[in-house]
T-cell receptor, first 114, second 110 residues
Framework: ETGVTQSPTHLIKTRGQQVTLRCSSQ?????VSWYQQALGQGPQFIFQ???????GRGNFPPRFSGLQFPNYSSELNVNALELDDSALYLC?????????????FGAGSRLTVL | RKEVEQDPGPFNVPEGATVAFNCTYS??????FFWYRQDCRKEPKLLMS???SGNEDGRFTAQLNRASQYISLLIRDSKLSDSATYLC???????????FGTGTRLQVTL
């Protein structure tokens, strides 16, 4: 059983640029959630995708967008990067989209915005 | 006010000690609660779920008090390998959205 894999693991961008982060969900999981974890903070929910549709969104501006593909993998896109977007971006997959499902996290993509 | 609040620590304890972490949540509609463990520069991993009746997993005991909106984690006989950040987590709503606290850092020393 493969776990959640994310790419890239590290990247550096400059303010105003755009970034795409990728996530492959754990085998058998149909739901993907994205979290942002700033240094010294807990992860914050960005949004969740289920059946290729956004199914819940946290308090993040529209420049944070996502996609889910038929194979349940997902992308997180961030436009017009700001310095405060520097963080660890965690992807988590779960068996279902509803209820308190156990989340399996990937190792994350560490984004630095200069 | 944050939805889930924890003392960030760090808690520095000797090996073999018992340590307790507390957490409060503000949303009374929160339905389920968890403790996740996060090692330095790694992803969070589920440690245990938290039930009103209390639950135990080896050296770890978790407790939920819905009336006080309070969650606790007790670690007995601390090991060096317990050194990590412990995240208190609440689930609210129908989507699988989890709200994490800031985390409490534990350092177990010889």
């Amino acid at each position: 059983e493969t776990g959640v894999t994310q790419s890239p693991t590290h990247l550096i961008k400059t303010r105003g640029q755009q970034v795409t982060l990728r996530c492959s969900s754990q085998s058998g999981h149909n739901t993907v959630s994205w979290y942002q974890q700033a240094l010294g903070q807990g992860p914050q929910f960005i949004f969740q995708y289920y059946r290729e549709e956004e199914n819940g969104r946290g308090n993040f501006p529209p420049r944070f967008s996502g996609l889910q593909f038929p194979n349940y993998s997902s992308e997180l896109n961030v436009n017009a990067l700001e310095l405060d977007d520097s963080a660890l971006y965690l992807c988590a997959s779960s068996l279902e989209a509803f209820g308190a499902n156990v989340l399996t996290f990937g190792a994350g993509s560490r984004l630095t915005v200069l | 006010r944050k939805e889930v609040e924890q003392d960030p620590g760090p808690f520095n304890v000797p090996e073999g000690a018992t340590v307790a972490f507390n957490c409060t949540y503000s949303n009374s509609a929160s339905q389920s609660f968890f403790w996740y463990r996060q090692d330095c520069r790694k992803e969070p991993k589920l440690l245990m779920s938290v039930y009103s009746s209390g639950n135990e997993d080896g050296r770890f005991t978790a407790q939920l008090n819905r009336a006080s909106q309070y969650i606790s984690l007790l670690i007995r006989d601390s090991k060096l390998s317990d050194s990590a950040t412990y995240l208190c987590v609440a689930h609210t709503g129908t989507a699988s959205k989890l709200t994490f606290g800031t985390g409490t850092r534990l350092q177990v020393t010889l």
